[in-house]
Structures are given as C-alpha cells and as structure tokens.
C-alpha cells in the first residue's frame, strides 16, 4: 500500500491548509491543547498503573481508580487525537519521511488496542482475582507503551 | 501624566537591569554548553514537557475530585493528600529543568511576552493552590465524602485548571517569537515583553 | 470461582503481551540510545 498520496493529500485538505497557514491556531489549538490532553492522558495513566504497582494510593481500592481514570483517559484520549491528526495534516509530508512519526504512531496503535482489548477486560472485575505480579507486569507495560508514544512525539520535533 | 511617565520609567530600568542579568548568565559557559549541544539541549526539553504527565496529570486529578468529576465515592481529603507527593515530585523536576532551559537561553526568554505571562499565571497558581490548601485543611472533615466540595473550594479548583491550562499554552507559545523585540510592536507590547531602547 | 493458579484466557493474553511490550520498548530504546552515543563517540572521538 503506497501512503505517500495520502499525506500529500492530507496538507491540501482543509485541515492541512488551516493549519500550515495560521500558526498561532497550529500552536494554540493543536500544539497547546495536545499539551494539555497529554497531561490528563499521561495522569490518568500513572495513577492507575503507580496503584497498580503499589506505588501511591494503597488504601483506595484499585478497581475504583483503574474506572474512574479511564473514564477521563478517554476523554483525554479524544482530544489528543484530534488536536494531534491537526497538526499531523499541517506538515503531512514532513512526517511521512520523520522516523520518529512512524515510531509514534506504531507505539500509540499498540496503546490503543493495549487499553481497549486487552487492559480494560482485565481490570474491569474484581482485581482480587488477578495474580499481583501479573497486575504489575501490566502496569509496567502500560506506562512504558505511553511513555514511548509521548516521548518519540516529542523527539518528531527535534529531528 | 507626571505618574505615568514614573511608571514607564521605572519598568524601563527593571527591563534594563533583567536584560543585563539575562546577558551576564547567557555569558557563562554552562549556559553556552546547554544551547549548544543537541541532544543536552533537547533532553532537558523533553523531561520538561513530558513530566507534564506526572505534575499535571495529578494536579489535575485532585481539581476533578473537588468539581465532582472524578472519584466521587473516595474522600477528597485522601485524594488530595495521596496525589501531592508525586505532584510534587514532578513540579520539582519541572521546576530545575524549566529552570535549566531558562539558563540556557536567557535572552531569548527574558524578553519573551510569554514567558512573562507564565510567570504572572504560576505566580497567581501558587496563591491560588496556598489558599485552596489552607480552606481544605480548615472544612474539609464536614464534606470530605460528599463528592463535591463547597462552592468556594470548587472555584478555586476550576481557577487552578484554568491557570494551569495558561501556564501550559504560554509555555508552549515561548517558541514563537511572533512578538519579539525585533518586530513591529506597539509601544505597550514592547514595554510589557521587555524591549530596551538602543 | 475462579481458581487461582490457572490464567484465564484474558489474564494470559494480558502476560503475553504486556512481556512483548516491554521487550520491544527496551530493545527500541537501547537501540535509539546506542545510536546516539555512536553519533556522539563520532562526533567528539
């Protein structure tokens, strides 16, 4: 499948051209609030696994706060998606030769299903019933998948 | 007028006396070692933005169990004790790499009309955040497990997302030197980012 | 009642790929800070 086409298109869709041509609604609406979604996204990500681990939190109940933050990881996840797919249209044909780019996007599709397919079914009975280790081992999991897709986010800048 | 021109003045030699505190550090070699170098440079950016996840992601956690938004069920007088230790953690490695970036590039930044509104915004967050402590210590055994707090604590929850999401935006916009010294800028503007007659 | 000892099929696809996550990240991030520090060694010899 040849994605070249694509993201030339994407840089003349309206989105791309908004974007390409006013850079302060490319900072402010796509760069200021992917900001702020990462830090909801990234919050409700660590203060589920860091329960998980034992780390902070240990006399509230695990299944309280893996429910109450995928609520908002949800949330969050919604509007990092839109502002990013914004500033993604602008430079479309940067990001297609950017390293980095691809390496995100590969780490966020395997954060997704991660979440949805896999984390959220574990977590949703009662965590009593879960092996710790094997809690554990997911939340590791969990924080090192986001890290990477934040991490290369910010690198797709850099290079 | 005789007291507005006083004022012009005296903010004139404040910007004067910041720019030359700016060049003195941009002078020291720490400060040329961290610009210069890529991946320093770079390395101390990124652990500055992406602990964002840590310092905010808590901060913004305690503001929703006040707004009634997240965790009702669980006391709020717990979430907030709970979640301040790792806040803290990230505002402190925000605050030296934040710190660091700032050294790095003085003059840039000191004139930059961003970075000084970042500053009034955290500056307001850390009142704001002093005076939310000192209500939640002083009511919060009568409503702690309601999942709500009191209207005054909620508007001081909203006010501190509110000027975080700020502290954010213009830390962001710091970048852009769309309102530098060096463009077109109206008088106020100049005087307000900094700028200093030759 | 669950047993204890035995998985179930989701707690044993959440083992299996929680390990491969965690062996890919490491592998990506060792190789991303090896290739840096080549660039560097390269750089200042």
Same mark, same amino acid.
């Given at each position: 499948m040849?994605?070249l086409?694509?993201f030339?298109?994407?840089e003349?869709s309206f989105?791309?051209?908004i974007?390409?041509?006013y850079?302060?609604?490319y900072?402010?609406?796509?760069?200021?609030?992917?900001?702020m979604s990462?830090a909801?996204l990234g919050g409700?990500?660590l203060?589920t696994?860091?329960?998980?681990l034992?780390?902070?939190?240990?006399?509230?109940?695990?299944?309280v706060?893996?429910?109450q933050a995928?609520?908002?990881f949800?949330?969050a996840?919604a509007?990092i998606l839109?502002t990013?797919?914004?500033?993604a249209?602008?430079v479309?044909q940067?990001?297609?030769?950017?390293?980095?780019?691809w390496?995100?996007?590969?780490a966020?599709?395997?954060g997704i299903i991660?979440?949805?397919?896999?984390?959220r079914p574990?977590?949703?009975?009662?965590?009593?019933?879960?092996?710790?280790?094997?809690?554990k081992?997911?939340a590791v999991a969990?924080?090192l998948?986001?890290?990477s897709v934040?991490?290369?986010?910010r690198w797709?800048?850099?290079? | 007028?005789c007291h507005q021109?006083r004022?012009?003045e005296?903010?004139s030699?404040i910007n004067?006396?910041l720019l030359?505190?700016a060049?003195?550090?941009y002078a020291?070699?720490?400060?040329?070692?961290?610009e210069?170098?890529f991946y320093l440079y770079?390395w101390i950016?990124?652990?500055?933005v992406?602990?964002?996840?840590l310092?905010?992601g808590?901060l913004?956690f305690i503001?929703?169990?006040?707004?009634?938004?997240a965790m009702?069920?669980?006391?709020?007088v717990?979430?907030?004790?709970?979640l301040?230790i790792?806040m803290m953690?990230?505002?402190?490695i925000?605050?030296?790499t /934040?710190l660091l970036?700032?050294y790095?590039?003085?003059?840039?930044t @000191?004139?930059?009309i *961003? !970075?000084?509104?970042k500053?009034?915004l955290?500056l307001?967050?850390?009142v704001?955040?002093?005076?939310?402590?000192?209500r939640?210590k002083?009511s919060?055994?009568t409503?702690e497990y309601?999942?709500?707090a009191?209207r005054?604590?909620?508007i001081s929850a909203a006010?501190?997302? /509110?000027l975080?999401?700020?502290?954010v935006m213009?830390?962001r916009? @710091?970048?852009?030197? *769309? !309102?530098?010294c060096?463009?077109?800028?109206?008088a106020?503007?100049?005087a307000?980012?900094?700028c200093?007659?030759? | 009642m669950?047993?204890k000892?035995a998985?179930?099929?989701i707690?044993?696809?959440?083992?299996?790929?929680?390990v491969a996550?965690?062996?890919?990240?490491?592998i990506?991030w060792s190789?991303?800070?090896?290739?840096?520090?080549?660039?560097?060694e390269?750089?200042?010899?």
């Amino acid at each position: 499948m040849e994605l070249l086409p694509f993201f030339e298109w994407a840089e003349t869709s309206f989105l791309g051209y908004i974007g390409k041509t006013y850079g302060g609604v490319y900072a402010t609406f796509g760069q200021s609030i992917h900001l702020m979604s990462l830090a909801v996204l990234g919050g409700t990500v660590l203060v589920t696994d860091l329960r998980l681990l034992g780390v902070i939190m240990k006399d509230v109940p695990s299944e309280v706060v893996a429910d109450q933050a995928h609520k908002w990881f949800r949330i969050a996840l919604a509007f990092i998606l839109a502002t990013g797919i914004f500033m993604a249209a602008a430079v479309a044909q940067r990001m297609y030769y950017n390293d980095f780019f691809w390496a995100k996007m590969s780490a966020l599709l395997v954060g997704i299903i991660f979440v949805f397919a896999i984390k959220r079914p574990l977590l949703k009975g009662n965590h009593a019933d879960i092996q710790p280790w094997l809690l554990k081992l997911v939340a590791v999991a969990s924080i090192l998948i986001w890290f990477s897709v934040a991490a290369t986010g910010r690198w797709i800048g850099f290079s | 007028m005789c007291h507005q021109v006083r004022l012009g003045e005296v903010n004139s030699v404040i910007n004067e006396l910041l720019l030359q505190f700016a060049e003195w550090l941009y002078a020291t070699g720490g400060s040329r070692a961290i610009e210069e170098s890529f991946y320093l440079y770079n390395w101390i950016e990124a652990t500055h933005v992406l602990t964002i996840m840590l310092c905010l992601g808590m901060l913004v956690f305690i503001d929703l169990r006040m707004l009634g938004l997240a965790m009702p069920g669980v006391s709020a007088v717990k979430i907030s004790e709970r979640l301040n230790i790792p806040m803290m953690i990230g505002f402190i490695i925000m605050f030296i790499t /934040g710190l660091l970036l700032f050294y790095a590039k003085p003059t840039y930044t @000191i004139q930059s009309i *961003w !970075f000084r509104i970042k500053m009034v915004l955290l500056l307001v967050a850390f009142v704001n955040a002093v005076m939310f402590h000192k209500r939640l210590k002083a009511s919060a055994s009568t409503w702690e497990y309601e999942p709500k707090a009191p209207r005054r604590l909620q508007i001081s929850a909203a006010l501190s997302l /509110g000027l975080w999401a700020g502290v954010v935006m213009t830390g962001r916009l @710091i970048a852009y030197d *769309w !309102f530098h010294c060096y463009r077109e800028l109206p008088a106020w503007l100049g005087a307000a980012a900094g700028c200093v007659a030759d | 009642m669950t047993d204890k000892k035995a998985l179930t099929l989701i707690q044993k696809i959440a083992a299996t790929s929680s390990v491969a996550i965690i062996v890919a990240g490491i592998i990506y991030w060792s190789f991303q800070v090896q290739s840096v520090i080549e660039l560097l060694e390269m750089a200042y010899g």
